[in-house]
């Protein structure tokens, strides 16, 4: 789950003050659901190569040279902004990379929206059945199976189901991040669930799950 917000804010108040432990707890406390968003949105190809520790570490190192400037002037929560900084680092890191493969070899590898281990987290929580002892000799066609399933959901809908499950994020925070109000976001959530599960040919209602 994300940080508790009351404990973040009196971090940021502390951190206001200079208190450099407050800095870093704030920041340590924010790691591993930075690490949840940008393992759930790395292209495999880059994955293979590059460590998502270590594209979170370098996130951390910006937003604590950025953090005085949010404390004085951040106007959305947080963790949201820590996730912004995230994400424009993930469009520097694919481009680095396919920049690089292309010098080598001129091809280009197209782009995945989630890497396996991830996604199939998300499918775990959403078709359960599937996971039983008798299916982990075929968990890897299971993996792909999903991938591609969630590859084909249009952009909207695998976004909110990446943010809802991958990253654990509120329908809260989902409905100011897509610009929505929160009763639109739960219902495009919803559709987006009934959707996959159309394409895994799963049965049963997105609101059982």
């Given at each position: 789950?994300?940080?508790?917000?009351?404990?973040?804010?009196?971090?940021?108040?502390?951190?206001?003050?200079?208190?450099?432990?407050?800095?870093?707890?704030?920041?340590?406390?924010?790691?591993?659901?930075?690490?949840?968003?940008?393992?759930?949105?790395?292209?495999?190809?880059?994955?293979?190569?590059?460590?998502?520790?270590?594209?979170?570490?370098?996130?951390?190192?910006?937003?604590?040279?950025?953090?005085?400037?949010?404390?004085?002037?951040?106007?959305?929560?947080?963790?949201?902004?820590?996730?912004?900084?995230?994400?424009?680092?993930?469009?520097?890191?694919?481009?680095?990379?396919?920049?690089?493969?292309?010098?080598?070899?001129?091809?280009?590898?197209?782009?995945?929206?989630?890497?396996?281990?991830?996604?199939?987290?998300?499918?775990?929580?959403?078709?359960?059945?599937?996971?039983?002892?008798?299916?982990?000799?075929?968990?890897?066609?299971?993996?792909?199976?999903?991938?591609?399933?969630?590859?084909q959901l249009d952009e909207t809908d695998r976004e909110i189901l990446l943010m809802r499950h991958c990253e654990q994020l509120g329908n809260s925070e989902v409905a100011e991040l897509l610009?929505?109000?929160?009763?639109?976001?739960?219902?495009?959530?919803?559709?987006?669930?009934?959707?996959?599960?159309?394409?895994?040919?799963?049965?049963?209602?997105?609101?059982?799950?």
């Amino acid at each position: 789950m994300l940080p508790n917000s009351e404990q973040t804010q009196q971090l940021l108040n502390a951190a206001r003050g200079g208190d450099s432990a407050a800095i870093n707890d704030l920041l340590e406390r924010h790691r591993d659901s930075l690490r949840r968003m940008v393992q759930a949105r790395l292209d495999r190809a880059v994955a293979g190569r590059v460590d998502a520790s270590d594209v979170v570490q370098d996130v951390l190192l910006e937003a604590h040279g950025r953090l005085s400037d949010f404390i004085q002037n951040g106007s959305m929560p947080f963790h949201l902004w820590l996730r912004h900084l995230a994400k424009d680092r993930m469009i520097d890191v694919h481009r680095r990379h396919h920049a690089q493969r292309r010098s080598v070899d001129r091809e280009q590898h197209a782009p995945q929206s989630a890497d396996v281990s991830s996604a199939f987290d998300l499918f775990a929580q959403i078709s359960a059945q599937e996971l039983t002892p008798a299916a982990a000799s075929i968990r890897k066609e299971i993996e792909v199976r999903f991938l591609g399933a969630l590859e084909q959901l249009d952009e909207t809908d695998r976004e909110i189901l990446l943010m809802r499950h991958c990253e654990q994020l509120g329908n809260s925070e989902v409905a100011e991040l897509l610009g929505l109000s929160q009763p639109a976001a739960g219902m495009r959530y919803l559709r987006a669930l009934r959707r996959l599960r159309s394409v895994l040919g799963i049965e049963g209602s997105a609101s059982g799950i």
